[in-house]
């Protein structure tokens, strides 16, 4: 079992930036991915950026240069810094972790921070 607990939202103006980090304890030893979602009121959950264990990176089309995901494995931390914010990335932001066991992914999920970009 994985425990997540994300920090650092809040609320900023339009162009403003935000660092929002996830600290993961338990059994992180086989976390294989992690993540950041978002979803906002009314909307489905979306993905913002994920990476794995090798580092490997992906982004949601409407965060692409302007957010950077980046994952310590050592300290058990992820972050997601988040640049030139717009009023759109209004959301919860939940961290995700995947545990690969036996060939089954395990999903841990954070109970998330809230972002508020006023204009």
């Known amino acids: 079992q994985v425990q997540l607990v994300e920090s650092g939202g809040g609320l900023v103006q339009a162009g403003g930036s935000l660092r929002l980090s996830c600290a993961a304890s338990g059994n992180t030893f086989n976390i294989v991915t992690m993540a950041w979602y978002r979803q906002a009121p009314g909307k489905q959950r979306e993905l913002v950026a994920s990476?794995?264990?090798?580092?490997?990176?992906n982004y949601g089309d409407s965060v692409k240069g302007r957010f950077t995901i980046s994952r310590d494995n050592a300290k058990n931390t992820m972050s997601l810094q988040m640049n030139t914010l717009k009023p759109e990335d209004t959301a919860v932001y939940y961290c995700h972790a995947v545990r690969l066991i036996a060939g089954v992914d395990l999903s841990s999920w954070g109970q998330g921070t809230q972002v508020t970009v006023s204009s």
């Open positions: 990476i794995n264990v090798g580092g490997t990176t």
